[in-house]
């Protein structure tokens, strides 16, 4: 009797998953996808589709595609790989979603700076951003773990002083996120008219705090000196100036 229920349950259990595996994209589009994502074009399956345009928020997305392992959904969680075109750039990651929480692996990406300014404080900045990243977990739309390197290259700021000039180039830089116990990572100057070490801190109560030291190298144009010198402190014997920023998100 007992192994005959065992096998009831088991091919209940592989029914289930086959009917999820083929279930209809559009469908389940319809029927769970919460009110901050909105995609047309939807086709495939539940756990093999895609869609032509999607908006995460106000922020759009083109060719998505995604894969899921069906058998996962009855461990509490949704694992697969998902990848898609954003501007002009790409996004491609594995990613494992329970309830309340997002965890992403091999997140390869790379696009526009302007692409974030609904999400980030950036203004005018211009800029490329090329991520690798091997570990990102999300709780409450807050990052609490990452290990990976942002890099920020071409970076073009605003005038610290209203001029009427053009944007100003400070450089390339390397945000480099290591495993400790805080969440946060350094800063390194790669390339630019900008010298640039420091840190970057994230806490939990979506603070970020950003303690830098710069210093304006040989090519660096008059509007950047004059930059620096209102928004830092005196150089030191070296010729950094520290350049603190905090604020939340």
Do not use: C
Not at 19 to 31: D, E
Not at 128 to 144: R, S
Request: glycine share 10%; net charge negative; hydrophobic share 45%.
């Amino acid at each position: 009797m007992g192994i005959k229920l065992l096998s009831l349950a088991a091919g209940a259990i592989m029914y289930a998953i086959f009917m999820i595996a083929l279930f209809p994209a559009p469908i389940a589009y319809k029927w769970l996808a919460p009110n901050s994502i909105e995609l047309s074009g939807v086709q495939g399956r539940l756990w093999s589709g895609g869609a032509t345009t999607g908006f995460l928020g106000d922020m759009e997305v083109k060719n998505i595609h995604w894969e899921f392992v069906p058998l996962d959904l009855f461990m509490g969680r949704i694992t697969g790989k998902v990848n898609m075109l954003l501007g002009d750039g790409f996004v491609d990651t594995k990613a494992s979603a329970t309830f309340n929480s997002l965890t992403l692996q091999e997140l390869r990406a790379t696009f526009d700076l302007q692409v974030l300014e609904n999400f980030i404080p950036i203004g005018a900045t211009q800029g490329k951003v090329f991520a690798q990243i091997e570990h990102l977990v999300i709780e409450k739309g807050w990052p609490i773990k990452i290990i990976g390197e942002l890099r920020l290259t071409e970076l073009m700021v605003a005038p610290f002083v209203p001029s009427g000039a053009a944007l100003i180039p400070i450089g390339s830089f390397r945000l480099a996120f290591l495993d400790n116990s805080k969440l946060g990572g350094t800063i390194e100057h790669l390339n630019g008219p900008l010298e640039t070490n420091g840190n970057i801190e994230l806490r939990s109560n979506r603070v970020y705090d950003i303690k830098i030291f710069v210093k304006a190298l040989p090519d660096a144009s008059q509007e950047l000196l004059q930059g620096l010198e209102l928004m830092t402190s005196e150089p030191n014997n070296l010729g950094f100036r520290a350049f603190n920023l905090t604020g939340s998100l």
